[in-house]
């Protein structure tokens, strides 16, 4: 089957970092998205990486590839109160040309 | 900032009514989806279109009915609403890319 499998809670301090682990299915993905859903709204991209790379950085998010483990993690730095949502990774595997979303992280940010 | 519109945002009827749920977008995108959410979080795919007159079943199996007469316009109907069908409903649309574009929900509750 096509899961990909996310822990379902996170709770870190505020100005801590947070670390948002995914496995996914497909090694043959050419991009991984995380998308980010806050209280009451759709879901919004966040980032994305391309499969050939091992990190992406833009400001406060890290993301992080593990091809051979088919691991992707995507870290907040300096974690804001304003980043308490839920992160969904998702995958287009070659079998479908469809979005695959994870199972989502509820990431609690408290101060 | 995505121009997609859901209405209504809140909706809570008797069972055995008829609704349609409306999705709009103003970005000319093709491919349209319908995302039924858990309140544990999990997104399925219920309903997509590639196209005006094209129309597919998800992977999550639905008694909703989807339309695409014109390429702006995505509704769901369901034709009589049961308290299973109580859940969040999210539009979204895309130029075919993994990246979508999400409309606020329908938060549908059935009495």
Known sequence: ?111 | EADIYQTPRYLVIGTGKKITLECSQTMGHDKMYWYQQDPGMELHLIHYSYGVNSTEKGDLSSESTVSRIRTEHFPLTLESARPSHTSQYLCASSLGTGELFFGEGSRLTVL
Request: proline share 3%; with cysteine.
């Open chain 1, 1 to 111: 089957g096509e899961d990909v499998e996310q822990s379902l809670f996170l709770s870190v301090r505020e100005g801590d970092s947070s670390v948002i682990n995914c496995t996914y299915t497909d090694s043959s993905s050419t991009y991984l998205y995380w998308y980010k859903q806050e209280p009451g709204a759709g879901l919004q991209l966040l980032t994305y990486i391309f499969s050939n790379m091992d990190m992406k950085q833009d400001q406060r998010l890290t993301v992080l590839l593990n091809k051979k483990d088919k691991h992707l993690s995507l870290r907040i730095a300096d974690t804001q109160t304003g980043d308490s949502a839920i992160y969904f990774c998702a995958e287009i595997p070659r079998s479908t040309d469809k979005l695959i979303f994870g199972t989502g992280t509820r990431l609690q940010v408290f101060p």
